[in-house]
């Protein structure tokens, strides 16, 4: 029998083999050391210089770090303290802490409003980012932005409370009368709302802010990583559904809303985030009535929306793009209208594939905030430049102050990153 | 082609032609630019009807099936379904799509939304029908299938013909009177053709108006009553299966037959 098999090609197992461990060189700590680091000549020295490299890194920057001063009140003592040792002089941190996070003109009194309103963000945010929470929290979100611009800019109440009411009223005549045509439904709730705030606005007393619950604040006097991070959030949040309606409207089958997408992302694309500031701090009064102040914050959401919205329109048409012509026949096949398509089968897969370019704009805007600081905005790098370093007591502080303000946006932005990676993996139902 | 079919007997009882008519074409012509895919069409297909189109590649016949529930536009002539005639009226078009069913080559199921989603989808939002009855309804036509139990898996879950057999539920779910296929079985292995044929020939057996576009003459042998067989965008010949296989009469219909069946 066995001398027949040597020389057949019929073959039958015996039995089951059983499972038995790896051998141990293949196996814990040994196993990854050898594959990871050392797993060739080449490779072991590269190992090795690597290593050397962050020794050389962290042997210069651990002194200056560990020794750091962080209790004078000048440079010039944080100098007599070290007494010509290294050392950091992160004293300066301590002692404007408050004027880097706030600005210098933020009422200090008033400090626990903005605190209030980052809290309140998180839970606002909360249910739009991770969808498994209960749906009904949106309903906070919706009203957040209403209750935040109340509490950072204070003010009577009133006015917050008469834009919310514009958007309600001109959601339920959109509900009423989007039924019978969606045109005269979207157009009549522009109407309608613009009545609600003209209407209203009149209806408010000039004086009212004057004795206000909460005392009336000036964009001006709002500065520091609290302004990035307002106009971060802002701008992210309007530039991300204008992105959508241009992408749509670029694949627009009808021309005029197509060459008026096409034209507006080209333009706005092709032009520096910078030259559109400048536009928003001392043009763009040309395009209001002549009697309207529009407050300087409002200008610039409006500058670096447009800017980032014109990117995200054009991340989203390559996530469009990118799926198959049969998903878009599948919808249409089934008897969806568009707008039904496109919300419930294009759009989710669409935003999904480009959700890696999406959080890519949103946190370049996140660090392009800062450019307001060069038409005088004084936000954290606005501080740092001007009254911090210009000051006679920490003139020369460089590495501490451009260093923090680094820290806290890497913070922010690694935060963004995370999230999105862990988006990602949420919604992959593709199974590849 | 035998291995393919099914080994049963098909119950013909139910598999009666109406005489009221679901499709009616009518001159109906297309171009692609210059290029004219389209021409002259004329086709009445009454309710009840088992139609299979067959010929080369490039022949017209995907887009034939895919004017008819406007995928694809027509430039002259006219196309009536169900009394309905197909113009640029968006309403006319979605009613039309509401009650024309459609299988493609490649499925397109919704990647992001599961089985039973996938089926609920379209009652749900163009029928209007509450969401426990759009289920139910699902599942229903989930174990016609023979999947009831991968409803809430995705679709990359599930294998090609798994795939197909949830897209042909997917369509029945809107309650179509009529059904298109488009090549349904052109990108399945072997064993899962068999599956998706037997769930097309279930179909048929109830006395759903069927077109279907495929290479399998099994299924158009033991199915169709009708076999249209098209080339250069024209219909070249069409006859009952039994005469259209043993004695085709023109030329280019006996090429087209003895290269298929010819081993």
């Known amino acids: 029998m066995s001398d027949q098999s040597t020389n057949s090609v019929a073959f039958v197992a015996e039995g089951t083999i059983p499972p038995s461990p790896?051998?141990?060189?293949?196996?814990?700590?040994?196993?990854?050391?050898?594959e990871n680091l050392f797993s060739n000549i080449p490779n072991s020295i590269l190992t090795i210089v690597s290593l050397y490299v962050i020794f050389l890194v962290l042997k210069n920057t651990m002194p200056w770090m560990l020794n750091g001063v962080?209790?004078?009140?000048?440079?010039?003592?944080?100098?007599?303290?070290?007494?010509?040792?290294?050392?950091?002089?992160?004293?300066?941190?301590?002692?404007?802490?408050?004027?880097?996070?706030?600005?210098?003109?933020?009422?200090?009194?008033?400090?626990?409003?903005?605190?209030?309103?980052?809290?309140?963000?998180?839970?606002?945010?909360?249910?739009?980012?991770?969808?498994?929470?209960?749906?009904k929290l949106l309903i906070f979100t919706a009203i957040y932005p209403f209750l935040a611009y109340w509490l950072i800019w204070g003010g009577t109440i009133f006015v917050p409370l008469i834009a919310l009411l514009g958007f309600v009223v001109a959601g339920m005549v959109f509900q009423t009368f989007s039924k019978g045509s969606f045109a005269i439904g979207f157009f009549g709730a522009v109407i309608a709302a613009f009545v609600v705030w003209l209407g209203g606005g009149a209806l408010i007393p000039e004086s009212a802010s004057e004795n206000a619950f909460l005392s009336s604040v000036p964009s001006r006097d709002l500065g520091g990583f609290m302004l990035n991070l307002m106009l971060g959030a802002t701008c992210v949040s309007l530039s991300l559904p204008i992105g959508i309606v241009l992408a749509l409207g670029r694949q627009?089958?009808?021309?005029?809303?197509?060459?008026?997408?096409?034209?507006?992302?080209?333009?706005?694309?092709?032009?520096?985030?910078?030259?559109?500031?400048?536009?928003?701090?001392?043009?763009?009064?040309?395009?209001?009535?002549?009697?309207?102040?529009?407050d300087l914050f409002l200008r610039v959401v409006i500058m670096i929306t447009m800017f980032a919205?014109?990117?995200?329109?054009?991340?989203?048409?390559?996530?469009?793009?990118?799926?198959?012509?049969?998903?878009?026949?599948?919808?249409?096949?089934?008897?969806?209208?568009?707008?039904?398509?496109?919300?419930?089968?294009?759009?989710?897969?669409?935003?999904?594939?480009?959700?890696?370019?999406?959080?890519?704009?949103?946190?370049?805007?996140?660090?392009?905030?800062?450019?307001?600081?060069?038409?005088?905005?004084?936000?954290?790098?606005?501080?740092?430049?001007?009254?911090?370093?210009?000051?006679?007591?920490?003139?020369g502080v460089y590495w501490e102050l451009l260093g923090f303000a680094a820290l806290l946006f890497f913070i922010v932005c690694y935060g963004i990153s995370q999230y999105s990676q862990w988006l990602e993996r949420r919604l992959a139902t593709d199974h590849r | 082609?035998?291995?393919?079919?099914?080994?049963?007997?098909?119950?013909?009882?139910?598999?009666?032609?109406?005489?009221?008519?679901?499709?009616?074409?009518?001159?109906?012509?297309?171009?692609?630019?210059?290029?004219?895919?389209?021409?002259?069409?004329n086709l009445t297909v009454n309710s009840g009807e088992r139609i299979v189109i067959c010929g080369p590649s490039g022949s017209g016949k995907s887009t034939l099936i895919r004017c008819i529930n406007r995928l694809e536009e027509h430039q002259s002539g006219s196309i009536v379904v169900d009394g309905t005639e197909l113009t640029n009226d968006l309403k006319n078009i979605d009613k039309i799509r509401s009650e024309v069913g459609m299988c493609f080559q490649h499925f397109n199921l919704f990647p992001h939304l599961t089985i039973l989603e996938n089926c609920t989808l379209a009652p749900i939002w163009v029928r209007k029908t509450p969401k426990k009855e759009a289920e139910e309804t699902a599942m229903h036509y989930l174990e016609k299938v023979k999947i009831p139990d991968q409803a809430h898996k995705y679709p990359g879950q599930l294998s090609g013909g798994q795939q197909q057999r949830v897209a042909i539920a997917r369509s029945l779910c809107m309650k179509p009177r009529i059904m298109l296929f488009d090549e349904p079985t052109s990108a399945l292995d072997p064993e899962m053709i068999k599956e998706v044929l037997d769930t097309m020939i279930e179909l048929a057996e109830e006395g759903m108006t069927m077109l279907c576009v495929t290479h399998e003459m099994g299924f158009a042998r033991q199915v169709a009553n009708r076999v249209i067989f098209m080339d250069e965008g024209q219909i070249v010949e069409q006859n009952e299966p039994e005469e259209f296989f043993n004695n085709p009469k023109s030329d280019r219909t006996k090429l087209f037959l003895s290269q298929i069946l010819g081993h």
């Open chain 1, 309 to 395: 919205s014109a990117y995200i329109a054009e991340v989203i048409r390559g996530g469009l793009a990118a799926l198959p012509k049969g998903q878009y026949e599948a919808a249409d096949s089934i008897g969806l209208a568009y707008p039904q398509a496109m919300r419930l089968i294009i759009l989710p897969q669409a935003l999904k594939i480009s959700i890696p370019g999406i959080v890519n704009v949103a946190v370049g805007l996140f660090k392009d905030t800062t450019l307001v600081s060069v038409i005088s905005m004084f936000d954290l790098v606005g501080m740092i430049r001007g009254p911090i370093l210009a000051s006679t007591e920490w003139n």
């Open chain 2, 1 to 41: 082609m035998s291995e393919l079919m099914s080994e049963r007997d098909i119950d013909r009882s139910k598999m009666q032609v109406g005489s009221d008519i679901a499709i009616e074409i009518n001159a109906m012509n297309k171009w692609y630019g210059t290029f004219h895919v389209l021409r002259d069409i």
């Open chain 1, 70 to 135: 962080w209790t004078t009140s000048s440079l010039a003592q944080c100098r007599e303290v070290l007494n010509g040792e290294t050392g950091a002089c992160f004293s300066v941190l301590t002692e404007r802490w408050n004027q880097l996070l706030y600005g210098f003109k933020y009422p200090v009194d008033e400090y626990w409003r903005p605190n209030l309103a980052l809290l309140f963000m998180i839970v606002a945010a909360a249910p739009v980012l991770f969808f498994d929470l209960p749906r």
């Open chain 1, 22 to 34: 790896p051998p141990a060189r293949e196996t814990g700590a040994v196993k990854w050391l050898r």
């Open chain 1, 252 to 294: 627009s089958d009808m021309p005029l809303i197509k060459w008026v997408c096409v034209i507006f992302i080209e333009f706005v694309r092709g032009v520096p985030l910078i030259t559109l500031l400048f536009v928003a701090s001392v043009m763009l009064s040309y395009f209001f009535p002549p009697e309207s102040t529009v």
